[in-house]
């Protein structure tokens, strides 16, 4: 790994000095970038951006899906001192219009795919500069006409030799990345080169990467764990980043897997825990004989062994590395996980510090936890439980974010005056020293005597039932009660095993309702069960890690707006 590097652009440079003609940045079954070609690029590119007038501090745009010229443009943006705001491609015109205006962006790096959006945004004036991604070229206009001119260009054509280098600073802000989470509030956090790099170098301890190895990216870049893990520290370390032309369905994914084999993978739980539901666990209950066995502890371990088998496979035959972070990995799918010998690793973080801050890999796991603070930062529970030893987790250190960018009030909420960041996250320390998440404080409920009930915990044993999607716990007038999303195709699939006519869906999903309740209430304290179970017709609305919106479904929730009255509280526990 190479060190000493006080900007972001160093790292990719300090690597290159290193492994000069090692592939560094690609796409799937193409040939990658060097990193010695990407230096070239980046060098030029970030003469250019001076040449147009870009000083140190401006802010440029980012939105685009993910390619190797993200990367490049990203790091050219840092090297001439400016500072990236970078945009999830599916973020909505009305997002993309808030977040370039609130940042008050100088330029822009637009894909082509992303034109569309960006005109809808109806945000960048007659002085901000356009740029091209797909080929860095300049754009005078996001109309059609200008758009093909610029891809007729050669790079001769507008990249000039010379190349510049900003000297900067390590406490310079590098990107400013607004979040869309859960609360529906979305703020810019201002990450400094130092954050970055600081926990970059940290991180890597976990993975263990070597130089030469391969990753894929299937996550967004614009998010902040993709960026930094499956990004920064690659680079850092003299991998290939390879990425998918297209989204990553099983019909792109699994090609790419061949053609790649990757030693490193990030995702969420969401991709993992698909894969067991609707691949590996259907698996086991093809005949009597593999149900029987699969309800064994020795035969489901067993057959759990050989899944892992062909699950690391169809990765490759190659990973070490199944990064998994951004939202909880359900509790049965990491048991799977563990007993197949699958080599996944947990992490915990939030884009305000940089993202990690703590995780373990194998054999350093233990279930249900997320591992071991990173070195060189503090993390405390603030005013532990007496009982339990729960409370809001606290971080100090090197990879807290510089603030919210223009809103000094809510930094204030949220750094004190000692340099703890309030995360608002709920947890707890074992004595081995690994950390526990509970759950969020906001979302947390008070049991009718006072007790602490974690929604998130009663979802995951909600979501680990057969033909539930996803779900949602909330208190409505005292009492608890869940919406249900519903794998349809998967249960009008088993009403057809069964012989059931289609007109009796409404009729059957009510009384699946009514037996899931049970069910989960029979695995649930007196004070955590479910009164009343809703049938959520539309898939939830989430954020780029997978985590619902709960604050769209609060206000439902609070003006009493429920679309289905199934599975109410018949008197059953």
């Known amino acids: 790994m190479n060190t000493h590097a006080n900007m972001l652009n160093h790292v990719l440079f300090n690597t290159a000095a290193a492994y000069p003609d090692y592939p560094a940045l690609g796409f799937a079954g193409e040939e990658p970038l060097s990193y010695s070609e990407c230096t070239d690029l980046v060098d030029r590119l970030a003469a250019r951006l001076v040449s147009d007038g870009i000083?140190?501090?401006?802010?440029?745009?980012?939105?685009?899906?993910?390619?190797?010229?993200?990367?490049?443009?990203?790091?050219?943006?840092?090297?001439?001192?400016?500072?990236?705001v970078p945009v999830?491609?599916?973020?909505?015109?009305?997002?993309?219009?808030?977040?370039?205006?609130?940042?008050?962006?100088?330029?822009?790096?637009?894909?082509?795919r992303m034109v569309p959006k960006l005109e809808a945004a109806d945000v960048c004036g007659p002085d901000t500069g356009l740029?091209?991604?797909?080929?860095?070229?300049?754009?005078?206009?996001?109309?059609?006409?200008?758009?093909?001119?610029?891809?007729?260009?050669s790079r001769?054509?507008?990249?000039?030799?010379?190349?510049?280098?900003?000297?900067?600073?390590?406490?310079?802000?590098?990107?400013?990345?607004?979040?869309?989470?859960?609360?529906?509030?979305?703020?810019?956090?201002?990450?400094?080169?130092?954050?970055?790099?600081?926990?970059?170098?940290?991180?890597?301890?976990?993975?263990?990467?070597?130089?030469g190895e391969s990753m894929l990216s299937i996550l967004p870049l614009a998010h902040t764990y993709e960026c930094t893990i499956g990004f920064i520290i690659p680079l850092f370390m003299g991998c290939a980043v390879y990425y998918l032309r297209r989204p990553p369905s099983a019909t792109v994914l699994m090609p790419a897997l061949k053609k790649v084999r990757p030693h490193l993978i990030l995702s969420v739980p969401l991709l993992i825990e698909k894969l067991y539901r609707q691949s590996v666990l259907p698996s086991f209950r093809k005949s009597p004989l593999l149900r029987r066995l699969h309800g064994t502890t020795p035969g489901r371990i067993i057959l759990n062994r050989l899944a892992g088998k062909k699950l690391r496979k169809a990765f490759g035959g190659r990973l070490y590395f199944f990064g998994i972070g951004g939202?909880?990995?359900?509790?049965?799918?990491?048991?799977?996980?563990?007993?197949?010998r699958f080599p996944y690793a947990i992490g915990?973080?939030?884009?305000?510090?940089?993202?990690?801050?703590?995780?373990?890999?194998n054999p350093n796991m233990k279930a249900r936890s997320t591992g071991k603070p990173i070195e060189g930062i503090e993390v405390k529970i603030s005013e532990p439980n007496a009982e339990n030893g729960e409370g809001e987790i606290l971080v100090r250190g090197p990879i807290?974010?510089?603030?919210?960018?223009?809103?000094?009030?809510?930094?204030?909420?949220?750094?004190?005056?000692?340099?703890?960041?309030h995360t608002g996250d709920l947890g707890v320390f074992d004595a081995e020293g690994r950390l526990y998440i509970k759950g969020r404080m906001k979302n947390m409920i008070l049991g009718p005597s006072g007790e602490n009930i974690y929604p998130e915990a009663i979802e995951s044993i909600i979501n680990s039932f057969d033909f539930v999607e996803d779900s949602l716990v909330f208190q409505d007038q005292g009492e608890l009660s869940a919406r249900i999303h519903i794998n349809y195709d998967a249960f009008k699939e088993h009403l057809h095993n069964m012989a059931e006519s289609a007109a009796d869906v409404p009729r059957e999903i009510g009384e699946y309702l009514n037996e899931l309740r049970k069910s989960v209430n029979a695995r649930l304290s007196s004070f955590s069960r479910i009164g009343k179970f809703i049938e959520q017709k539309d898939p939830f609305e989430k954020t780029p890690t997978q985590k619902i919106k709960r604050f769209l479904y609060d206000a439902l929730h609070r003006h009493g707006n429920d679309d289905s009255d199934q599975g109410k509280d018949q008197g059953g526990t």
């Open 400 to 421: 807290v974010m510089q603030g919210y960018y223009k809103d000094p009030k809510r930094t204030a909420e949220v750094i004190d005056g000692d340099g703890w960041f």
């Open 327 to 340: 939202a909880a990995l359900a509790p049965e799918v990491e048991d799977f996980l563990i007993e197949a």
């Open 88 to 112: 999830l491609p599916d973020f909505p015109p009305q997002d993309v219009s808030a977040i370039f205006t609130h940042a008050e962006i100088k330029a822009c790096f637009i894909s082509k």
């Open 156 to 211: 001769e054509d507008f990249l000039p030799e010379a190349g510049f280098s900003y000297t900067g600073n390590p406490d310079d802000p590098a990107v400013i990345i607004y979040t869309s989470g859960t609360t529906g509030h979305s703020k810019g956090v201002v990450l400094t080169n130092r954050n970055i790099i600081f926990d970059a170098e940290k991180t890597s301890v976990i993975p263990g990467i070597q130089a």
């Open 131 to 153: 740029y091209l991604i797909d080929s860095f070229a300049p754009l005078g206009s996001l109309e059609g006409e200008s758009i093909a001119a610029a891809e007729a260009l």
């Open 55 to 84: 000083a140190p501090g401006d802010r440029i745009g980012l939105l685009s899906e993910n390619m190797p010229n993200w990367g490049i443009a990203y790091m050219a943006i840092n090297r001439a001192g400016g500072i990236v």
């Open 348 to 361: 915990y973080g939030l884009t305000e510090t940089s993202p990690l801050i703590a995780g373990a890999d």
